[in-house]
Each structure stands twice: as C-alpha cells, then as structure tokens.
C-alpha cells in the first residue's frame, strides 16, 4: 500500500532486511481524477453513445512515462467493465457507453483502473422511445406547427426533442408515456425525416417522413360578411390547398387560441375550401 506522497515521480524499493535493493523502478504519484460535469446527462441502454466527461487531473500515458498517444485514462459505469476512454485535455475525456439496462450509473474516470474519481455524477440510462406515428404528418414550411409523435415508452424526467432533416434538435413536451409534442422549426419545402432524441445529441435508429409543403394562399372569401351568432358557410378561394395532409383549421379575428373562433375545414376542391364558424352546422360541400 502507498504512503501519502507529493505528485511526481518515486523510486520503488525493495528492502530485504537491513539492505535495500534498488531495480530502478518508479512510481508515479498523481493526484486524484475529478470528475464535475457529464454531457449528455442522458443515454440510451443500447449503448454505443459517446459521453463528454469534464473534470480536472485526466492524463495519458505519455505523462505517465509511457509511449505518446496510448489511452492512459479510463472510464467506469456502475459495475461494468472499465473501458479505455479517449483522451481530450486534462480537463476532458470522451467515454462510449456501454449496454446496460435502464439505471441510474455513476460515471467514474480512472487512470489505472483501480482507483477511481468517486464524484458520484450520475448518468441516466433509458430505454430510446420508438415511433409509431406522427400526426399531422405534413405542415407549413413557414414552421410553427405543434407536431405529437406517438410511440414511447417516454419518461417524464428525460429532456425530449425532435431532429427535422440537418437542422438542430428542438425541444419537446412530453404529453403522456406514450406521447410527446415539438413546436417545428421552419423548412424548405420539401420530404424530411423526423427523428426523437432523448438527449439532444443521439437520436432515434428509425426516422419518420414529414413534408414541408408551401403555405397556403387565401386570394377571395365568400361572402366578406355574415352574422354574429356564426354559423354562415364560407367559402375561400386559395392557392396550394392539398389533400390528404390532415385538418385545417381557420381564425377569425386572427385569435386562433379562442375556442369559439376556431373553425375547422370543410370538403376541398381544387382551390377552394369551404367551413363554417364553431356555433354552426358541419361543414357542407362547396361547388
């Protein structure tokens, strides 16, 4: 067992009664590894998923006397074997998870795979939801639609988000252990796939497709008038109306958050939509 000694290097000797034997071995005494921050916080239990670790004292073999650019730092997850991490700095390593079954894992950085940093910073591992649908499965490139992507199982404590194409990862709000919703950003127009991360780096193995389709253009309503109770048919003439890309829905006023304003669409054709207001009967088919 080592004494207490000042970083750097020692000389290791073996004593054999009133004799010491000197073999020109050396040790070498470093400080204690510390680990402060993890990024993501958040990992699949696939595995496989790459992990910043931020902290103070990492080294590599070539600090240690050794040959330059050899792992000299080491990762450990709960239990699990201790595997090689890739050096950064002295203030950063990289770890690549391990699969594991849904836990709350201490990621620990050794630099001999004995002793261990013992910062007790957790990583979350948890099952990547999968995707059943998505609905509506098409919207404005304009970007602003609120998109619910069914599937799951999604935790309540994990940070959920959608990825559209090469954009950004944008944030999600969990619905229900079998839904969660993002606010779209916009988008060429055009066919994209939709992926869900868990923790805004990884991402979900099987995408679904989402169209980004041109905004509609509203050039004539008819009437331009109608009564105050609602109920009066409506009929508004427009460009780029498509079919099959689910429901419209149309505000009076510019107030879409008011219920009794909403109205939903009606039987389209061509380029031209018909609907009526929340107060009257469903929506008849235009001519």
Not at 88 to 101: D, F, Y
Not at 131 to 158: C, H, K, L, Q
Not at 264 to 274: L, M, P, T
């Amino acid at each position: 067992m080592t004494p207490p000694q000042p970083a750097g290097f020692a000389a290791l000797e073996l004593l054999d009664g009133s004799a010491t034997t000197n073999f020109g071995n050396q040790f070498h005494f470093h400080p204690r590894v510390k680990v402060s921050l993890l990024e993501p916080t958040f990992a699949s239990t696939r595995g496989g998923e790459l992990v910043m670790v931020n902290g103070k004292h990492f080294m590599q073999f070539a600090e240690l006397g050794e040959m330059p650019y050899k792992v000299g730092t080491f990762c450990s997850l709960g239990t699990l074997a201790v595997e090689p991490a890739h050096f950064i700095s002295s203030a950063l390593v990289i770890c690549e998870t391990l699969e594991h079954q849904k836990a709350d894992l201490a990621l620990e950085i050794s630099l001999n795979t004995m002793d261990k940093s013992f910062s007790r910073i957790q990583l979350h591992l948890r099952d990547h939801p999968s995707i059943d649908a998505i609905e509506p499965y098409g919207a404005p490139a304009v970007g602003g639609a609120v998109i619910t992507v069914s599937g799951g199982p999604f935790d309540r404590d994990v940070p959920y988000g959608c990825k559209i194409g090469t954009l950004g990862h944008v944030a999600g709000f969990l619905l229900s252990p079998s839904q969660t919703a993002c606010v779209l950003p916009s988008h060429v127009p055009g066919f994209v796939p939709l992926y869900v991360t868990q923790n805004w780096h990884d991402v979900s193995e099987a995408a679904v497709t989402f169209q980004y389709r041109e905004p509609a253009v509203v050039d004539a309503v008819m009437p331009a008038h109608g009564l105050t109770q609602g109920g009066d048919l409506v009929r508004r003439f427009s460009q780029r109306f498509q079919n099959g890309l689910g429901v419209l829905a149309y505000a009076w006023n510019g107030v879409h958050a008011v219920g009794v304003s909403t109205v939903a669409s009606g039987w389209q054709q061509g380029g031209n939509i018909a609907c009526r207001g929340a107060n009257g009967l469903p929506p008849l088919p235009g001519r």
